[in-house]
T-cell receptor, first 111, second 112 residues
Framework: QKEVEQDPGPLSVPEGAIVSLNCTYS??????FMWYRQYSRKGPELLMYTYSSGNKEDGRFTAQVDKSSKYISLFIRDSQPSDSATYLC???????????FGKGTLLTVNP | EPEVTQTPSHQVTQMGQEVILRCVPI?????FYWYRQILGQKVEFLVS????????KSEIFDDQFSVERPDGSNFTLKIRSTKLEDSAMYFCAPRGTPETQYFGPGTRLLVL
């Protein structure tokens, strides 16, 4: 079983739609959960991070973590064409905080 | 948010050649990570570097790889004898708060 599983998509939605992106994981030691956005051939850009279980909201973005189910989500409200990118989930645990990534979901928001 | 620059942005090299990838932080950081991303694949951890020493390395980071902080500010990743499978994007990432890492723009390495 892979440590972090993420549906690669692609996911195509109309402008204004609510987008739901998800990852599952197997390592119970993970405590920090991040979402990155990556444009083609660019470095990942940190969007949100969450410690342990719970929700976190930042503008149109909401991150949810359910440690009991080993399941994390990112919701994007009122999606815009500029949100079109690959979204990577990443998580870490232990003293080194190295990140373990999902493969990424390619999102296209159509005008 | 920590900022870094990486040089070169692109590098093409012949198999067996040595390459040196550089990472320059805007502000002083003690904790750094290197990751790579093969085209179409996930971002993978290579090595972490804390206070001028390697703190952890992955199984990818074999004897052909090394990291240094040659002048107290730049960080370098050296691949001594490149292989075709080393072709990838390489990212450095300083640690911000303990739970966050901010990625540089990356170096695209192509080994022919």
């Amino acid at each position: 079983q892979k440590e972090v599983e993420q549906d690669p998509g692609p996911l195509s939605v109309p402008e204004g739609a609510i987008v739901s992106l998800n990852c599952t994981y197997s390592n119970s030691a993970f405590q920090y959960f991040m979402w990155y956005r990556q444009y083609s051939r660019k470095g990942p850009e940190l969007l949100m991070y969450t410690y342990s279980s719970g929700n976190k909201e930042d503008g149109r973005f909401t991150a949810q973590v359910d440690k009991s189910s080993k399941y994390i989500s990112l919701f994007i409200r009122d999606s815009q064409p500029s949100d079109s990118a690959t979204y990577l989930c990443a998580m870490s645990g232990g003293s080194n905080y190295k990140l373990t990534f999902g493969k990424g979901t390619l999102l296209t928001v159509n005008p | 948010e920590p900022e870094v620059t990486q040089t070169p942005s692109h590098q093409v090299t012949q198999m067996g050649q040595e390459v040196i990838l550089r990472c320059v932080p805007i502000s002083n950081h003690l904790y750094f990570y290197w990751y790579r991303q093969i085209l179409g694949q996930k971002v993978e951890f290579l090595v972490s570097f804390y206070n001028n020493e390697i703190s952890e390395k992955s199984e990818i980071f074999d004897d052909q790889f090394s990291v240094e902080r040659p002048d107290g500010s730049n960080f370098t990743l050296k691949i001594r004898s490149t292989k075709l499978e080393d072709s990838a994007m390489y990212f450095c990432a300083p640690r911000g708060t303990p739970e966050t890492q901010y990625f540089g723009p990356g170096t695209r390495l192509l080994v022919l």
